[in-house]
C-alpha cells in the first residue's frame, strides 16, 4: 500500500464531498471486466481488495480510492502478419493495389476479430485525497497513468478542480544551483544519482548512479551548461525519492523512521493493519508535500 510514486495535484476549490458520498459516485462506474470485442476497460475497486468490497477507505479526512484497467494485447506480429497476408490475397484476387484507407479498415477489422482470442492483463492504480490539505496524490510513475485515474475521476465527478504543481522557480534550475554549490537546504540530502541535460534542442544527457556528485567531473558539466533534471535526494531523514523537473516524486522510500513507526503498531487483521499504514504515509506526506511547495516556490494552492 505504501506509495511508490507521487504525482502531486492540487485542488483550487474546497472538496467537499464526505466519504459515503464520494463512495455512491464510484459506484456509478466499479470496475468490470473487458467484453469480448473491448480493447480496454477502466473502474474503481476496492483498495482493501478482499478484505472490503468499500471503494472508498476513509481515514483522519484522507480517501483511499483504488482504480483498476484492464487491456487486451495483440502481438503486433501477429497483427502485421495476418493483414499482410489479408492484403496480398485480395490484391491477387482483384489484381489491385489497396489504398492506404482500405488496408486501415482491413487492420481494424482484424484486429476486432482477434480481440476475443486475445491475452487480458490488468493493473491497480492507487490514489487518495487529502480533503483538509486539498490534495489529491496519485501512486503513478509517469504522466498518463495519473491522468486516466482523473479522468476516470473526473467522469464519476462532473468536475475535478485540481492543477498540477508548477513553480515560479524552475526545479531544474533550483536542483542545479544546489549541486553547483554543493550546498542544498539542511533537511534536504543530496544521495548518488542524477540526470543532467545540455539545454539546448535534443541535447546530451548524462546519467549518474551510484556516483559522489560533489566530484569535480560532475562540477564540469555543470559548469558547461548542463542542468539537473533528476535528483536523488533524502528529506528529514524521513523520505528518500528522486525528484524530476515536473515535480513528480518517483522511487520513494519510506526510511527507517517511519518504517519503525510502523513496525510499533499491532494489527490484528489486514483491515487494521492497512489502516495504520495509510495513516502513518498520508499523515507524513502532509507534511512533506507543503515543504516541496516551498523548497521550489511552488503555485498550485487553494
Request: negative net charge; hydrophobic residues 40%.
Amino acid at each position: 500500500m505504501w506509495f511508490k510514486n507521487l504525482a502531486v495535484y492540487r485542488f483550487t476549490e474546497p472538496f467537499e464531498l464526505k466519504a459515503d458520498e464520494l463512495e455512491q459516485k464510484l459506484q456509478q462506474q466499479p470496475f468490470r471486466a473487458c467484453g469480448s470485442h473491448d480493447e480496454f476497460s477502466f473502474g474503481w475497486t476496492a483498495p482493501l481488495g478482499r478484505a472490503s468490497d468499500a471503494l472508498v477507505h476513509a481515514n483522519n479526512g484522507f480517501f483511499m480510492l483504488c482504480g483498476k484497467k484492464e487491456e487486451k494485447v495483440v502481438p503486433s506480429s501477429v497483427i502485421n502478419e495476418m493483414l499482410q497476408e489479408r492484403i496480398s490475397e485480395i490484391e491477387e484476387r482483384e489484381a489491385r493495389r489497396l489504398p492506404a484507407k482500405e488496408r486501415s479498415r482491413l487492420k481494424d477489422e482484424l484486429i476486432f476479430e482477434l480481440l476475443p482470442r486475445a491475452f487480458s492483463f490488468s493493473k491497480k492504480t492507487y490514489a487518495y485525497i487529502d480533503s483538509q490539505g486539498g490534495w489529491l496524490v496519485v501512486d503513478a510513475a509517469s504522466a498518463k497513468k495519473a491522468e486516466d485515474l482523473l479522468s476516470q475521476l473526473r467522469k464519476c465527478l462532473g468536475s475535478l478542480p485540481v492543477v498540477p504543481l508548477t513553480a515560479t522557480a524552475k526545479p531544474a534550475g533550483v536542483m542545479t544551483q544546489w549541486l553547483t554549490d554543493n550546498a542544498s537546504p539542511k533537511d534536504i540530502l543530496i544521495e548518488d544519482e542524477c540526470e543532467l541535460r545540455s539545454p539546448e534542442e535534443e541535447g546530451a544527457i548524462i546519467r549518474c548512479k551510484r556516483h559522489d556528485l560533489a566530484l569535480p567531473e560532475i562540477k564540469n558539466h555543470l559548469d558547461s551548461g548542463k542542468q539537473v533534471i533528476k535528483l536523488a535526494m533524502s528529506w528529514a531523514e524521513r523520505l528518500s525519492f528522486v525528484l524530476d523537473e515536473n515535480l513528480a516524486v518517483k522511487r520513494l522510500k519510506f526510511l527507517d523512521l517511519i518504517q519503525e513507526q510502523a513496525a510499533d503498531i499491532e494489527a490484528f487483521d489486514e483491515t487494521e493493519q492497512f489502516d495504520a499504514d495509510f495513516s502513518i504515509m498520508t499523515a507524513e506526506l502532509a507534511q512533506f508535500l507543503p515543504r516541496l511547495l516551498e523548497l521550489f516556490n511552488a503555485e498550485g494552492a487553494i
